[in-house]
T-cell receptor, first 110, second 115 residues
Framework: SQQGEEDPQALSIQEGENATMNCSYK?????LQWYRQNSGRGLVHLIL?????REKHSGRLRVTLDTSKKSSSLLITASRAADTASYFC??????????FGSGTQLTVLP | EAGVAQSPRYKIIEKRQSVAFWCNPI?????LYWYQQILGQGPKLLIQ????????DSQLPKDRFSAERLKGVDSTLKIQPAKLEDSAVYLC?????????????FGQGTRLTVV
């Protein structure tokens, strides 16, 4: 079963704009992770936020986590055409199971 | 650091045939995952190993799918017999066991087409 649900399912923006993707989940977590997947390739880990953290930054990425609402958001600032990909959130439980959401397809137009 | 290796990259088989996928995780990673990703969907966990023991196989269709991880390193995933709905990309991933470092490293996947 899918733990997380990403919103929106698809997002199209112009280069230089910011992109925001949201993730909601159902059960308690140890941490939440975001991954990127380019077409036809494996997933690449972007950023991990622990359950006791509220916000984390990595380069042009900003992740927030609200455990009371069981939700997270991923912000990509100053987007580039190379950011075009599918983005997935994944929740990690106590046994380190990684459960993925359904993903957001981001298209950055040059 | 070498990444997660998977083979083959592509496989086309007829329904009711058998197929096997192989995965070599990153050296030292105790946790190994197999995921099934159907086109347009997120990866679905099939089985998770910790060393050579199974942690979670609740979503593995055990009547046709089997997996093993001999000596806690390489792993194989087998489908016998295959159905049309098994067409998907099969992803292997591994992660470290220590502390909170649970990010997974993925292989390129095996794209299976069942005709």
């Amino acid at each position: 079963s899918q733990q997380g649900e990403e919103d929106p399912q698809a997002l199209s923006i112009q280069e230089g704009e910011n992109a925001t993707m949201n993730c909601s989940y159902k059960t308690s977590i140890n941490n939440l992770q975001w991954y990127r997947q380019n077409s036809g390739r494996g997933l690449v880990h972007l950023i991990l936020i622990r359950s006791n953290e509220r916000e984390k930054h990595s380069g042009r990425l900003r992740v927030t986590l609200d455990t009371s609402k069981k939700s997270s958001s991923l912000l990509i600032t100053a987007s580039r055409a190379a950011d075009t990909a599918s983005y997935f959130c994944a929740t990690a439980g106590s046994a380190r199971q990684l459960t993925f959401g359904s993903g957001t397809q981001l298209t950055v137009l040059p | 650091e070498a990444g997660v290796a998977q083979s083959p990259r592509y496989k086309i088989i007829e329904k009711r045939q058998s197929v096997a996928f192989w995965c070599n995780p990153i050296s030292g990673h105790a946790t190994l995952y197999w995921y099934q990703q159907i086109l347009g969907q997120g990866p679905k966990l099939l089985i998770q190993f910790q060393n050579n023991g199974v942690v979670d196989d609740s979503q593995l269709p055990k009547d046709r799918f089997s997996a093993e991880r001999l000596k806690g390193v390489d792993s194989t995933l087998k489908i016998q017999p295959a159905k049309l709905e098994d067409s998907a990309v099969y992803l292997c991933a591994s992660s470290m066991i220590t502390g909170m470092r649970t990010e997974a490293f993925f292989g390129q996947g095996t794209r299976l087409t069942v005709v």
